[in-house]
Structures are given as C-alpha cells and as structure tokens.
C-alpha cells in the first residue's frame, strides 16, 4: 500500500498561493477575460467582501494551478466550459471539476481487500501442513515437570501406563517416581505419547542427577528435555544411529548449562529404551540399570560406568588382587557420565533385541535396585505395567530405609 499512497501524492498538482497581485496578472486575448477580470477587481476595490468561490481557471496561460483533483491536461478545455454568475464572477461547471473521487473510501477498500487476502493465504499454509504432517504427530512431548509432583512426592502418573486402547504393538507404560527420604528430587523422567508411536515408535528415558554435586535435578531435567525434544527429529535415522543422535544432544544441553568451569561438578545419568518394529534398542551412561523381564529371569542388558571395572582391569594387568574391585571404597564412583564434558564411556548393545509377547523391559535409577535384591526385583515383575510399578513401590517402601535415594523406574510391558 506504500506505492498506492506515492502515487496519489504525486497525481495531485503541487499548491501554490491562489492570490497574486493584480499587476502580475497576464491580460488575455480576448475582450470577454478583460471584462470579467475589470469587473473582479471593481468589486475587491469597493470594499466588498469577497467570498470562498472555486478557484478561476485561467483562461490564457496563467501560471495559477487548480487544486481540484482534475486530471492532468485538461484545465484549458474545462475553461472554456465555464459560466459566469450574475455577480460577474466565474462559477466552475461539472465538466471542470468532474466529480469527486472519495479517495478516503478507495484507501480503505484496498487496505481491507489486503488483510483479507493475507488472512485466506494464512489459512491454506496451515492447511497445507496440517495435512503434512498428518502421519507424524507435531506435539514435543517433554519431560513431567515437578510440579506435577503432590505433597507425598508422588507423580500423579506414577501408576499409569494401562489404559485402552493402545496403537498395534504399543507397549503398555508403568511409571514409577518417588522421592524417598532425600530432600530435594534428582531424578528426571519422560516416555514420549501413545499417538507417536505407529509413525515414530515409542522412547523412554529415565536420568539420575548426582544428588552429592550441585544443580542435579536441573542437569536431568536438560539432559532428558533435549532427548525428548528431538525424538521426531531424528526418527528417519536407523535406531541405534537415532539414540546416538539423541545422546550428543542431551550431552551438549548439559554441558551448555555447566559451561566447562563447572564440569565434574554436576551431572546426570542417562538411559534410553527405544521400541521400533518390534525390537527393542538401548543405550546408557553411567550406573543406572536397563533389565529385560522373560521367562521368568530378570537380565541386566547395560554395564555400569564405575571405577570398579577399572580396578578389574588394573588387577588383571597388574596382578593385584581381583576382590580390591569390590571392596574398595570408592569401586562405586561413576566413571562416565552428563556433566564431564566430553563423554568417557557409552554403552550400547551392538544389536537391539527382537520382542517377544510376555516381555517387560524396566529402567531404572539405583535409586530402586539398591533398595531391592535382585530376588525381589524379579518377584515384582509380573503382572501389567502398573502393577509393576505399584509392586515396586510398595516393596521399596517396606524398608523404611532412613537414607532412601530418589527412586524412578519405567515399565514397558508387551
């Protein structure tokens, strides 16, 4: 509309002053102008009082514009239409001025015509994409936040996970999320929607904030956003190409959040279970524990990132003594983990693990199997996925353990 304005402007003759001094007025060429001009000027010098009229075209080559918004060339012809009244003085006639263009209403018309235009425009695009991307959802599921925590410190999705329908090869998902005795909760989790899964399949990720350094639950909370965030991202990758993906992502919000002045003082572990065409793909960093569930036997399928690897090598190496890799005081203390900059160890079955019906696949912090032997671990896993969940739970608070860590598991049950 910028242009339309311009060239309205520039249409419009320039005003000038419409009152020049008699003397500089040109005699025209004819008897009839010297009359009706003696006659003006009789008037003004009597003492009358002259009245707003129509500016006078000249009828010669007067250098006076008119200021009526006719078009461009014509003031000669319009002279010569003109008519005098009976005071002498020349009255314009409507061939001269033509009639009047409501400029006002045409600027308004055109302004109104634009936004409607951009409005229907507006509304295809999002068509358009609606319909393209109807075969993948476009929510960004993130992690739940803590204040959906109630007083207890339970999620109200602790015990989720069986509800109807689910997708065709959809596993029902038990969630457990406790604070335990700690004062503050460290552990972050997050499994993306149902409504993803025949597109994109299904990942769940469960992160433990080292509850000894500062800003744990901040760390896991970034560590488990980013690999959420870029689940639809990165879902034409392979699986396993898809979940490395997703961990450089996670490792670079972390260590964006510290900056390296801060590495080592905080961080997080991190697991991730990804369900694809009937396979099940995993990766972790750090201690927490990924078990498969069948047959009735519960197989940890990740390896643990603790020093107490490292005094196992040392002592076939060195020839110390193999029990030093249990008993040493700090055999439990992470060796790779979110928050120490550049990564040491990531774990990772070269091969996902074809599903079978019956199979239940847990994540979970040492916050639930330090709590729980291996014995009682498997007796809880039966049934759904929340009743998993509940079983765990239950079991863990019947220890009225003083100390108790945070506590998180997922549940995939098929």
Request: proline share 7%; with cysteine.
């Amino acid at each position: 509309m910028e242009n339309v304005f311009e060239i309205l402007h520039l249409s419009a003759p320039e005003q000038q002053e419409t009152t020049a001094p008699e003397d500089n007025v040109t005699t025209a060429a004819t008897d009839a102008a010297t009359d009706a001009t003696d006659s003006a000027t009789d008037g003004a010098t009597e003492g009358q009082t002259p009245t707003e009229q129509p500016q006078e075209a000249p009828t010669g080559s007067s250098p006076l514009p008119t200021f009526d918004f006719s078009i461009p060339g014509t003031t000669e012809a319009a002279a010569e239409n003109q008519t005098t009244g009976a005071a002498g003085t020349t009255v314009p006639t409507d061939s001269e001025t033509g009639p009047a263009i409501p400029w006002g209403w045409i600027t308004a018309t055109i302004l109104l015509s634009a936004a409607v235009i951009g409005l229907i425009v507006a509304l295809v695009l999002r068509s358009c994409r609606n319909k393209a991307g109807s075969g993948r959802s476009s929510r960004r599921p993130g992690p739940i936040p803590r204040t959906e925590q109630n007083g207890s410190g339970r999620s109200p999705e602790v015990l989720s996970g069986d509800q109807a329908p689910l997708p065709a090869g959809c596993p029902q998902v038990g969630k457990l999320h406790q604070q335990g005795a700690r004062s503050s909760q460290q552990d972050c989790f997050s499994v993306t929607p149902k409504e993803v899964f025949p597109s994109c399949g299904m990942l769940a990720v469960v992160a433990d904030g080292m509850g000894g350094l500062s800003d744990g639950d901040k760390v896991s909370q970034a560590a488990v956003t980013a690999m959420i965030n870029g689940f639809l991202d990165t879902s034409a990758l392979p699986p396993q190409e898809q979940l490395l993906a997703l961990l450089a992502q996670a490792t670079q919000a972390v260590n964006t959040l510290l900056t390296p002045s801060e590495y080592n003082k905080s961080g997080t572990t991190l697991l991730a279970g990804l369900v694809r065409d009937r396979t099940f793909y995993c990766l972790s960093v750090g201690d927490s524990h990924i078990y498969l569930y069948r047959d009735g036997a519960l197989l940890q399928l990740n390896r643990e990132h603790v020093y107490r690897h490292d005094l196992q090598v040392r002592s076939v190496n060195q020839g110390t003594d193999p029990h030093a890799a249990w008993t040493h005081p700090k055999a439990g203390g992470l060796t790779s983990f979110l928050g120490m900059g550049p990564l040491k160890y990531v774990d990772m079955p070269d091969q996902g693990i074809p599903i079978r019906d019956g199979d239940r696949f847990l994540l979970m912090s040492d916050g639930v199997y330090n709590a729980l032997p291996i014995e009682e671990l498997t007796g809880c896993v039966t049934g759904t996925a929340g009743q998993i969940a509940e079983k765990l739970d239950q079991a863990i608070q019947s220890k009225h353990y003083s100390n108790q860590d945070n506590y998180t598991a997922v549940i995939l049950a098929f």
